[in-house]
């Protein structure tokens, strides 16, 4: 990341995603799989945009490549303005994890994060390649949905250790309300 090698410019980058580049992107990274229902927070930055509480604002959603069929969760987002989903990256199934390990993937996802004002996440080491980057994060520790299975929740997510030691670091925003969400937002994006 470091490197910058592979930036190409943010009007180059926008138009994959027909995205306007004068518009701050929020950077919606996926937790994969079925750990929780993450369309609710997605829904919940559509309300703040059609809302105005985040203007001039537009979303890319990066699918989990862990998982497979996670890009397709997503796609009823794609029918809404200011949202895509990034289906860019191809999962490599001869490794176990499907991870994509070309240069190509790597670049992609340094685009991502250095064109992004801000990258939200559910208590992913995103916030690494995030801080690494420049790129200020956001991490969900909250639930909407009332009296949710324990086992769908949020919070689950950031009982790992590694996850508590990144968070330790001061690098990313840990938010646990709906209200808490949408300051950070609007202080982040307010800046630059």
């Not at 989903?85 to 996802?109: F, G, K, P, Y």
């Not at 996440?121 to 909407?144: Q, Y």
Request: glycine fraction near 6%; charge should be negative; aromatic fraction near 10%.
């Amino acid at each position: 990341y470091s490197a910058k090698k592979g930036l190409i410019p943010r009007e180059e980058f926008f138009r994959k995603f027909n995205f306007d580049p004068a518009k701050k992107l929020i950077l919606y990274v996926s937790t994969g799989g079925d750990c929780c229902d993450e369309t609710d927070y997605l829904f919940l930055l559509k309300k703040y945009m059609e809302t105005g509480a985040l203007k001039e604002t537009q979303v890319l959603i990066r699918p989990h490549l862990k998982y497979a069929g996670d890009r397709e969760r997503f796609h009823s987002f794609e029918k809404h303005p200011n949202f895509a989903v990034d289906a860019t990256d191809i999962q490599n199934e001869s490794l176990r994890d499907n991870w994509d390990i070309s240069e190509r993937h790597t670049m992609n996802l340094c685009n991502s994060l250095v064109h992004a004002a801000v990258c939200i996440n559910i208590g992913s080491t995103i916030m690494l390649d995030a801080a690494a980057c420049g790129t200020p994060s956001i991490n969900i520790n909250f639930d909407i949905q009332k009296n949710i299975s324990p086992h769908r929740s949020t919070k689950r997510l950031f009982l790992s250790d590694y996850i508590q030691a990144a968070v330790r670091t001061g690098g990313t925003r840990v938010v646990e309300s709906e209200n808490e969400f949408l300051s950070a937002l609007m202080e982040i994006l307010s800046c630059g």
